[in-house]
């Protein structure tokens, strides 16, 4: 499955705004502005992306050999990489803006993401990862419906990989559809080939938010077996629980 290409007419108007150095998106483009933190928060794949990529990586440059590069990259299958791994910076400054300014952050997100997503095959290992990415990006900046299109294909493609169902059911919450949101969560936990804390705590904090406090103790305490670093809400459902008795 190929999916659509963005028309030429798009991608000049793109290149075109990213070659203006008064534009803010040329930041993303070329990673001008990259701080520590995001230089930390990458997969070793994305630092090699992107230090493999033909601009200056300023405070970056010479972070990893050559022979790193090339290990770090020997499994990686997402095309265009350094625009998957960009995105995600955007992706990830936008939790910390409101309105305007983190929707357009989103879209400069959807727009970075898009070029590696366009160029995938369902069947690509990354595939799902990209997708569920793609699809944050896409309901951040507004695209509710092409987002939720993004994701079900992408569970579809992969029913055991979680990022898809997790990022799915975080926007699932944030319009208040809870039933749903637990559905599908509920399914992954079917589907899984292993334990995940992030997908333990999120069931959890369903079924808290379902009032349902048994179940969601049981899956809280798993998810704290599985090392998820905040235990504050595992700590108030205990006391809920013990309260009952």
Request: glycine residues 6%; proline residues 4%.
């Amino acid at each position: 499955m190929r999916h659509k290409v963005v028309p030429i007419s798009v991608l000049i108007w793109v290149f075109l705004a990213l070659a203006m150095p008064t534009q803010r998106a040329s930041a993303y483009w070329t990673g001008q502005d990259l701080t520590e933190t995001e230089w930390n928060a990458w997969p070793p794949y994305c630092k090699a992306g992107f230090l493999a990529a033909g601009w200056d990586h300023g405070p970056f440059e010479g972070r990893m050999s050559r022979s790193a590069i090339m290990e770090a990259s020997k499994d990686n299958t997402i095309p265009g990489r350094h625009h998957f791994c960009i995105g995600l910076v955007a992706i990830n400054r936008s939790a910390a803006k409101r309105g305007n300014e983190a929707k357009h952050l989103m879209k400069t997100a959807a727009s970075e993401i898009h070029y590696s997503y366009s160029k995938m095959e369902a069947d690509n290992p990354k595939f799902s990862l990209v997708s569920a990415y793609y699809g944050k990006a896409l309901y951040g900046a507004g695209e509710h419906q092409k987002a939720f299109e993004v994701w079900r294909a992408a569970i579809r493609a992969a029913p055991t990989e979680r990022s898809a169902y997790l990022l799915m059911s975080e926007a699932l919450v944030s319009e208040q559809r809870l039933d749903e949101a637990l559905r599908i969560v509920t399914e992954f936990d079917q589907a899984k080939e292993q334990a995940w804390p992030d997908a333990e705590y999120f069931l959890g904090y369903l079924y808290y938010k379902k009032s349902k406090y048994d179940e969601a103790l049981k899956h809280l305490e798993e998810a704290q077996k599985l090392g998820y670093p905040n235990n504050g809400l595992l700590t108030k459902v205990r006391n809920q629980t013990a309260s009952r008795k």
